[in-house]
């Protein structure tokens, strides 16, 4: 994927997943890139309970640790939202085609910038120097 994308230009991922079914897809600047169901990791029938942590940005080797700086993304984030159901094809071109999407209802971005912890390579953008895809 890496070879696919303009370095320096702005883009918009989407992850969804559904647990009832097990399917999770990734859009690209809401091109449908990648996609499958009931992999090990995103099962069907599986729950996401609350209490945990939210990592982005980073790999991890254990709950809530075993970062490797090596391994972390390299670039800005400018906003991260998550929503308790799948957004439709329609939300999603929508979103990747406005500078200001709206907030998710479980995660959004002013939270998130509230909480976060530690940032190596990466940055956390308060405004997007969103180009719209």
Known sequence: MQ?????????????TWQGKTGEWKIYVD???IMKDINTRTFKSGQKLNGGGKFVIAQ????????????????????????????????????HASSCAP???????WNKVLERVVEMKK????????????
């Open 3 to 15: 070879n696919a994308l303009s370095v320096g230009k702005w883009h918009h991922f989407t992850f």
């Open 30 to 32: 809401y091109k449908d």
């Open 59 to 94: 790999e991890q080797d254990s709950f809530g640790g075993g970062f490797d700086e090596s391994q972390a993304f390299v670039g800005s984030i400018s906003a991260v939202n998550m929503w308790d159901r799948i957004l439709t094809l329609a939300e999603i071109t929508e």
């Open 102 to 108: 709206p907030e998710g209802n479980l995660v959004s």
């Open 122 to 133: 990466s940055s956390l953008k308060k405004t997007s120097t969103c180009k719209a895809v």
